[in-house]
């Protein structure tokens, strides 16, 4: 069957812990100031993308294409013999298009690339199950197929205190980018088919969008158990609360908090709360 290597990028939200137990190679995005560059959540952490943004605002860019050739490349040095690399959605980023490109110029191994389709944990959700599989000796064919049936179940869902660093960073999508202020109308943004940001619902204030949030969660959890993780860029006590909500509701079979990485950090500003799930066939 040949060895399989597992890649993502730096977006999946994964803690350290569980990159390394299950063997997943992480190519880092980008955050570029006006004098320096840093890999994401190598060089540079979340609340030091935080504490600068009233002074800059950063840009961000995909992975380094000599990061990810390097890494097929010592890869294939290794003995693996496929590659099934796992992307940040091509609607929020030219990640998986650079991925496609470059694994066109390694001979001699067998590379999928796949769209998520999403971002943070949802990817990260995604990531996790493709590395069981490979742990359990799943076919690769079978695991290519069973991946992309997967990232159109695995759901997650963004509440900002402010759409600003979205709109400064061009990553507006389909949300609505004309609601009032002075009403606390908040979005709750997901991705879309099309894997871009979009409107989920609109409600006024942030509790009340914390709570119908919860609302796909729970009519998932009518008919299957879920790994859920809660999402939280700078809001550690609101994330905490919501955890704390959870932790009462049956048929979550893991549950956790996960801080979104600086170079998501950067579209969000300081305040995203948020939740990714993923059912258990």
């Not at 320096?36 to 961000?60: A, Q």
């Not at 932790?247 to 600086?262: E, H, M, V, Y």
């Amino acid at each position: 069957m040949g060895k399989i290597a597992l890649v993502t990028d730096s977006s999946c939200d994964l803690n350290p812990e569980i990159i390394t137990e299950n063997n997943i190679e992480v190519i880092p995005l980008r955050i570029i100031y006006g004098d320096r560059e840093y890999r994401d959540g190598v060089d540079i952490s979340p609340k030091e993308v935080y504490s600068r943004l009233n002074v800059e605002i950063p840009k961000t860019s995909m992975p380094a294409p000599k990061d990810v050739i390097d890494k097929f490349k010592e890869l294939k040095e290794n003995g693996y013999t496929h590659i099934i690399a796992i992307t940040l959605s091509s609607g929020l980023s030219g990640t998986y298009d650079m991925f496609k490109l470059v694994s066109k110029d390694i001979t001699d191994m067998v590379i999928e690339v796949i769209d998520s389709k999403s971002l943070s944990m949802v990817l990260g959700f995604i990531v996790m199950e493709a590395a069981k599989l490979i742990k359990n000796n799943t076919p690769y064919k079978e695991l290519v197929e069973k991946i992309n049936a997967l990232k159109t179940k695995a759901k997650g869902f963004y509440v900002l205190d402010t759409l600003e660093y979205l709109r400064k960073g061009g990553r507006m999508g389909l949300v609505a980018s004309t609601l009032g202020t002075l009403l606390n109308i908040k979005p709750i943004i997901t991705t879309n088919d099309e894997g871009k940001y979009c409107t989920f619902a609109k409600v006024r204030g942030k509790y009340q969008a914390a709570t119908k949030m919860l609302e796909p969660l729970l009519k998932q959890l009518e008919n299957t158990k879920a790994d859920v993780s809660v999402l939280q860029g700078f809001a550690e006590e609101e994330a905490a609360i919501l955890f704390e909500k959870l932790s009462t509701i049956k048929n979550i079979n893991s549950l956790q908090i996960s801080t979104i990485s600086p170079a998501l950090g950067v579209h969000t500003g300081p305040g995203l709360l948020g939740l990714a799930y993923c059912p258990i066939e």
